[in-house]
């Protein structure tokens, strides 16, 4: 699901409509407030592209980045599950 | 899931934590918001207890009731995946 | 704003519809979740009433409800302003 | 506040947190859902910027996505009152 791109981990979300996605990013919100760590996101309706870089370590990829990532990844394949 | 309770459809749901109990109620808003059909609802952590009736028809159970409680069991379930 | 009621910090917010009304929840959802204490909370169309209240103090009222409840009130005023 | 950009209304939002951006596009989430026109928007903490343009005209800039962008500039100057 996540590629490197950018020295970013970077992946892209679709969900069926933008109930569905903002409702997606409501719960990655929560779980990156809650790591003190925050993606750089873009979302038009349906689909969501994230970004994972860690500023204060120069922007480079680092194990915050990849918990994180793992952390969207599980929120995305249950509300997939539909 | 649901029963009948003082004159509404009843249900409580309950998550592992806060946060995924407060993502399921953001769906549940979008949801209620785009039927211009609103729940009464309790939250406590990982809890959550909804009573659904129709006060323009006297506060009885109707099939606007029956069609939230549908689109609210789905997303419950689909929450419950993970 | 706040009285206290069945040992319990309680307060009742009004706003103009649903949407005001959750994404003011939004906001206080948030900073309860940073603070590791969480209301129990009644929502209806536009009305949302709080208790606030301590369970590993055995349902007293503590300082962290009168921190929360001060945040609260902050959320509310801000939003109220329009 | 929104300039023309890339053949969209353009604007740039900055709050002093994630939670108050988030809480921010919650609010805006419910009224584009509700207007049914999506913005295109990218947040990084506190910092949303948002492009808005109608697809269904050829991405031009149309009367929907001037009202949308008077309704995002409204919750704005709400939550920025604090």
Redesign the interface.
Same mark, same amino acid.
């Given at each position: 699901m996540w590629q490197v791109k950018d020295n970013s981990l970077y992946a892209r979300f679709e969900f069926k409509d @933008?109930?569905?996605a @903002? *409702?997606f990013? #409501?719960?990655v919100? @929560?779980?990156?407030? /809650?790591m003190g760590h925050?993606?750089?996101? *873009?979302?038009?309706?349906n689909v969501i592209e994230i970004w994972l870089t860690t500023h204060d370590e120069g922007n480079i990829i680092t194990d915050k980045d990849r918990q994180l990532s793992e952390i969207i990844e599980?929120i995305y /394949? #249950?509300?997939k599950?539909?």
């Open positions: @933008f109930i569905d @903002f *409702t990013m #409501t719960g919100a @929560f779980q990156a407030e /809650k925050h993606p750089l996101w *873009t979302n038009q309706y599980k /394949k #249950t509300m599950m539909e």
